[in-house]
């Protein structure tokens, strides 16, 4: 028996060996280095990114790599990396740091959405321990002081069309605008993700999810001057557990409906997330002339800490005032076992419209106490409809 077990044992290690000397052999590595990148975070490097991904994009083997190498700066300016690539897994494996212009008149005028761009690559996986630098300072101060700049920011790492994404373990700070978007993709993995920027900075969302299906984001802190996650219109099955936010504008579905849109988002699920001094927690919001719909979602195992806004339905969402009944319906949320502090004394608000109104809310074992000693705090709901199993502070709205 014991000869029958070793020999089973080392024709394993054979098949696992030789399995990895295939991969080593047919997955080709193609490092800007080689194609003239200096790494030194000082010269243009964009050139040589591009001519590195043109022959990565070709690769015919599985599992090419593109590598930035480790140890290394490389500034880029706006840079697009389409597709179709040959093989079905290319890999972008990012272990330097990128680094964006610190002035803008080292940008290109013909680009103004986005710093680094993918496009239509299946099944591209990023990762690599590295970090992405937007270096957005400038950027900020020009929206703080009305110039007209701000119009020029961009958001840093844009992905569209990507089906099968696999973005993992990578450092995001600074970006002048938007962190990472995720448009028009399915079947999106991202996890232990690190993305930061100064609760200051304007409109710095970490990441947003626009028009795409089956996406799943965990284990991972997000802390920046806007929302940490926000899931905005056509996007269904999106899955977000797991995530540290604070500070920033917390989990936000919307703002959809804006200038009279059509938007619909369905069946999305946060759960086991954490907010600390946020402006708002699990936030829906929709502008009051829209048309569409909101349902299924689900907000379970929530904490807050000292969150001003901790749960949050505006049906009515204008910044510029003007306020009126919406035409997207929200119907089907469920708050479950969400607890913590809120910093304000409307811990709970339901503002909904009277036109389409807000159906079927649950409120489902839920505990928000202030943050301030001996404060009281309250619920506030309009056109609100639904059930409270278990609510403190008590919503007036919602059924026992």
């Known amino acids: 028996m014991k000869c029958l077990v070793t020999v089973l044992f080392f024709l394993w290690m054979a098949s696992y060996c030789s399995c990895r000397l295939i991969s080593e052999a047919t997955g080709r590595r193609f490092n800007v280095l080689d194609y003239g990148a200096d790494g030194n975070g000082k ?52 272990e330097g740091t990128i680094v964006a212009p610190n002035s803008f008149d080292s940008w290109d005028d013909d680009d103004y959405e986005k710093w680094i761009g993918f496009t239509a690559v299946v099944g591209l996986i990023v990762d690599g321990g590295g970090r992405f630098d937007g270096r957005g300072e400038a950027w900020w101060k020009a929206c ?89 219109g056509f996007s269904t099955s999106i899955n977000v557990t797991g995530v540290k936010c604070g500070p920033g504008h917390g989990i936000s579905i919307g703002s959809l409906g804006k200038d009279g849109a059509y938007e619909t988002v369905e069946d999305v ?33 929530i904490t807050f800490v000292n969150s001003e806004n901790p749960i949050i339905i505006d049906q009515q969402y204008n910044p510029n005032g003007n306020r009126g009944g919406s035409g997207i319906k929200i119907s089907d949320v469920t708050y479950r076992n969400v607890r913590g502090s809120s910093a304000d004394e409307v811990a709970i608000a339901l503002n909904c419209a009277g036109k389409a109104a807000c159906t079927n809310i649950v409120m489902d074992n839920v505990k928000i106490t202030s943050s301030n000693p001996g404060k009281q705090i309250r619920a506030s709901c309009n056109n609100a409809k639904g059930t409270a199993i278990s609510a403190s502070p008590t919503v007036p709205c919602l059924s026992s």
């Open 43 to 94: 010269i243009d490097a964009t050139p040589a990114f591009q001519k590195a991904w043109g022959d990565f994009c070709q690769a015919s083997e599985e599992m090419p790599t593109l590598e930035v190498p480790a140890g290394k700066t490389f500034l880029l300016k706006s840079v697009s990396f389409s597709g179709p690539c040959m093989s079905k897994n290319p890999h972008v494996l990012i």
């Open 144 to 232: 703080n002081d009305n110039d007209s700049a701000c119009s020029k920011r961009r958001q840093a790492l844009h992905f569209n069309k990507c089906n099968g994404l696999r973005l993992s373990n990578l450092h995001h700070v600074n970006s002048q605008k938007g962190h990472i978007c995720i448009n028009a993709c399915d079947d999106v993995e991202v996890s232990n993700l690190q993305i930061l920027a100064p609760d200051e900075s304007p409109n710095t969302d970490g990441i947003d999810i626009s028009e795409s299906n089956h996406v799943n984001i965990h284990d991972s802190f997000i802390g920046t001057g806007d929302d940490c996650i926000a899931i905005n």
């Open 269 to 301: 699920h946060v759960k086991s997330c954490a907010f600390k001094g946020t402006q708002n927690g699990v936030r829906i919001k929709t502008w009051e002339t829209g048309s569409g719909y909101v349902r299924k979602i689900t907000f379970e195992d």
